[in-house]
């Protein structure tokens, strides 16, 4: 089927770039209306006009009534509500002795507990639509390292909550999954390779080297990668995949 979710609409956080975007992307081409989330006005707008049939809601999932809003405003405009997919948070990485409590709340405000308010909210319209979660985590939270121990824990505590809300699902017939995300090509690496070149005196290309050696990786994952595996698990082609989490990650995870 080359369209599967034709009449069906999909809720993305984060989607006004980065991986985010590439699963809003996806999402619409196979067939879905979607309704991009984000902090960012402007950016979603001109990334909605690019999509057929999409809108935009610019909130910002740290307040306690964003999932709320965003989940109205997505049945306000489509009318109904058959996938979500929580792609934003970022965590501030760095020594963990420097990372004060704001940096702490502030990772898990976004990245957890907006999982945890968009779910709620749209939970009685997953449940009335047969519909699916997908919640993008990330490899840190199987990996410690010690200059990412807020990603680190809240992507553990998410993929903990993902297998919970499964647990659910399985009797309200609503699927929950989540993504692993390893090393991708979004500024967000960008900025990390900037980071280590500037600490070890290294070029760019030399800095993405020095990060894809010590992960055992070939390369650095696409956006693109990680939105067909979202695409996947919200397709009717996931009908019995319930509470995975799955690594995309290049093999960078070699834990059973």
């Given at each position: 089927m080359d369209n599967p979710l034709t009449g069906k609409?999909?809720?993305?956080?984060?989607?006004?770039?980065?991986?985010?975007?590439?699963?809003?992307?996806?999402?619409?081409?196979?067939?879905?209306?979607?309704?991009?989330?984000?902090?960012?006005?402007?950016?979603?707008?001109?990334?909605a006009t690019a999509l057929?049939?999409?809108?935009?809601?610019?909130?910002?999932?740290?307040?306690?009534?964003?999932?709320?809003?965003?989940?109205?405003?997505?049945?306000a405009r489509h009318g109904r509500l058959d996938i979500v997919v929580h792609s934003a948070g970022a965590t501030q990485r760095g020594d963990f002795l420097t990372l004060g409590d704001d940096a702490w709340a502030d990772g898990y405000a976004l990245k957890l507990f907006g999982a945890v308010r968009l779910c709620r909210a749209a939970w009685p319209e997953l449940v009335r639509n047969?519909?699916?979660?997908?919640?993008?985590?990330?490899?840190?939270?199987?990996?410690?390292?010690?200059?990412?121990?807020?990603?680190?824990?809240?992507?553990?505590a998410l993929m903990n909550f993902t297998k919970a809300l499964a647990d659910r699902g399985v009797a309200d017939g609503v699927r929950v999954n989540a993504i692993n995300p390893g090393s991708i090509r979004t500024d967000r690496l960008a900025r990390r390779i900037e980071t280590l070149g500037r600490e070890r005196g290294l070029g760019d290309a030399e800095a993405a080297a020095a990060i894809a050696a010590e992960t055992g990786i070939a390369r650095f994952?696409?956006?693109?990668?990680?939105?067909?595996?979202?695409?996947?698990?919200?397709?009717?082609?996931?009908?019995?995949?319930?509470?995975?989490?799955?690594?995309?990650?290049?093999?960078?995870?070699?834990a059973v």
């Open positions: 609409v999909a809720l993305v956080s984060g989607a006004s770039r980065g991986i985010g975007l590439a699963i809003a992307r996806r999402l619409a081409a196979a067939g879905a209306a979607v309704a991009l989330v984000a902090r960012s006005a402007a950016a979603l707008e001109a990334e057929p049939g999409a809108s935009a809601f610019a909130v910002d999932l740290r307040e306690s009534d964003a999932g709320d809003r965003a989940v109205a405003a997505t049945l047969a519909g699916s979660a997908t919640l993008v985590a990330g490899v840190g939270g199987r990996i410690a390292s010690a200059d990412f121990t807020i990603g680190g824990s809240v992507n553990a994952g696409r956006p693109e990668e990680i939105a067909e595996v979202a695409a996947f698990l919200a397709g009717p082609g996931a009908s019995y995949v319930q509470g995975a989490i799955l690594d995309v990650d290049g093999g960078w995870v070699r």
